[in-house]
């Protein structure tokens, strides 16, 4: 890619659809004209029923995904394949269970040309970073649900990316270890402040984390029927939060509009069954 600019946002998408051709021929229009923007340092988070097309944007965004109209511009640039700008930590871990931790988080730098000694200190430091600094020699089957996600975790920020896409990335986990990631992600993130897109279904965790709140309707043609910034003064400890007014304030008002279109999920999933 170019060069980036330094006055434009991380991530612009500018009327970007989705259109998919089904194996009837047939077309399904998934997501309809959007338009959104992060800024650099900004995280926010993107909420939606099931099926409005959250992580397909994402996907957009990640260059895996071309767009069928409109155009996703990067620091300003436009996106033309693979986005090298970004990191991805998806829902499911990435890691090789023939692999230790080291040797997972090493890798990404390896193949990009980082020499090996290089890459297992900076692999090492970040380890130690997500807490994990003792189990560097375990491989992934030794390791439970919350340890493999700080794995992940480490093994995307090791690489330095600008921008931060996680979909979904403490799902699986149980309320508690959710807590923790959200809290040691926010720690992160903290120290050089990424440009963060991040799917939930969650909408708790979505107000704990971010500082706007985007929902999507539900599909097809999915849109962005809400941009809510979070008024809530950073540092945060992710469970506490929860427990304040304001907090309270938001959730009301954002479940509200998000609801409808819950039930309008639903409602269409009962139709096809």
Request: glycine fraction near 8%; charged fraction near 25%; include cysteine.
């Amino acid at each position: 890619m170019p060069e980036p600019s330094a006055n434009e946002p991380a991530v612009r998408l500018e009327g970007v659809s989705i259109t998919y051709r089904l194996a009837d021929g047939s077309r399904y229009p998934a997501v309809a004209p959007v338009d959104l923007s992060v800024a650099t340092g900004e995280f926010v988070a993107l909420v939606g029923p099931t099926g409005c097309g959250k992580s397909t944007l994402l996907n957009v965004v990640a260059g895996l995904v071309s767009p069928s109209t409109g155009r996703v511009r990067i620091d300003g640039v436009a996106l033309s394949g693979i986005n090298p700008r970004a990191g991805y930590l998806f829902q499911q871990e990435a890691l090789f269970p023939w692999k230790t931790a080291l040797d997972n988080v090493s890798l990404g730098l390896e193949v990009r040309g980082v020499p090996k000694s290089e890459a297992r200190a900076r692999a090492r430091s970040w380890l130690e970073r997500v807490g994990l600094a003792a189990f560097a020699d375990r491989y992934p089957h030794q390791l439970s649900g919350g340890q493999k996600k700080r794995v992940g975790l480490a093994q995307v920020l090791c690489r330095d990316p600008a921008i931060l896409l996680m979909d979904e990335p403490f799902g699986p986990l149980d309320a508690q270890t959710r807590t923790i990631m959200g809290d040691l992600l926010l720690e992160l993130w903290s120290a050089d402040r990424k440009a963060v897109l991040f799917v939930t279904h969650d909408l708790e965790e979505a107000i704990a984390l971010a500082d706007r709140v985007v929902i999507m309707s539900a599909g097809p043609e999915a849109r962005i029927i809400g941009d809510h910034p979070v008024p809530i003064p950073r540092p945060r400890d992710t469970h506490e939060v929860r427990l304040t007014p304001t907090f309270l304030d938001i959730h009301r008002t954002l479940w509200h509009e998000l609801r409808a279109e819950v039930i309008k999920s639903y409602r269409q999933g009962e139709k096809i069954d």
